[in-house]
Structure formats: C-alpha cells, structure tokens
C-alpha cells in the first residue's frame, strides 16, 4: 500500500545542482518522519537528511550534506524534496527516499531496501556528478 516515488536524478558537473522529489501514496504523508538515504560504491546505505513529520520543526544532514543540501516537504502534494547544491563527484549515488515508522529513531548506515517494516523504501533515483 505504501508507494514512494523518487524522480530529478540526473548527471551534472561537479558544482551543479540537482532537486530530487519524492512523490508518496498510501499513508498521510503529514504525520510521517521522512529522509534519504544514499548508496554510493559501498554496498549499504547512508543517511543523508531527515524531516520530521509531526510536533516541532527538526531537520538532520549527514555532515557531508551540510550547508549544500536542504531536505523539505510539501503535505499537500505528499512530496519530500532534497535539494542538492555543489555537488561533488563523491555525491554519485543512488538516492532512496524512506518512510520511518521506527519513531523517528534513524540508522546512520543500514542495508538498502531493507524489508524492516520500521523503514519503507522507494525504488531509487540515480545521481551522477562527473568530474
């Protein structure tokens, strides 16, 4: 029932910019905890950035998102978004967009489409950053 959609991968040049969505069915997206996660040449996935979903405001990035990457949402289009500027060839991944069901508890490093009912996967977008 659940579904996440990723779309705006691409390829750029190192320093560009790319704006992945997320487009979610199934659940109310307003009262989910949402983030991306990322595989790179490793075989597992790693946090990227967070948004809470319900009570205040609170947003995570990865140390290597921080200050280039801004994660938001829109409820009303049931959309997360991840907005990624000077990009950096070690950028190229595979981006997920998740579900937590876990209560906002996140795993800095887990296995890619993990099957745990806590975390629910999209099918990935591709991210390429050349040079």
């Known amino acids: 029932e659940v579904q996440l959609v990723e779309s705006g991968g691409g390829s750029v040049q190192a320093g560009g910019s790319l704006r992945l969505s997320c487009t979610a069915s199934g659940f109310p997206l307003g009262d989910s905890h949402m983030g991306w996660y990322r595989q790179g040449p490793e075989n597992e996935c790693e946090l990227v950035s967070t948004i809470r979903g319900i009570g205040t405001t609170y947003r995570y990035y990865a140390e290597f998102a921080l200050r280039r990457f801004a994660i938001s949402r829109d409820n009303a289009k049931n959309t997360v978004y991840l907005q990624m500027d000077s990009l950096k060839p070690e950028d190229t991944a595979v981006y997920y967009c998740?579900?937590?069901?876990?209560?906002?508890?996140?795993?800095?490093?887990?296995?890619?489409?993990?099957?745990?009912?806590?975390?629910?996967w999209g099918r990935g977008t591709q991210v390429t950053v050349s040079s």
């Open positions: 998740v579900r937590n069901a876990n209560g906002g508890e996140w795993a800095e490093k887990m296995a890619c489409s993990s099957k745990d009912d806590s975390y629910y």
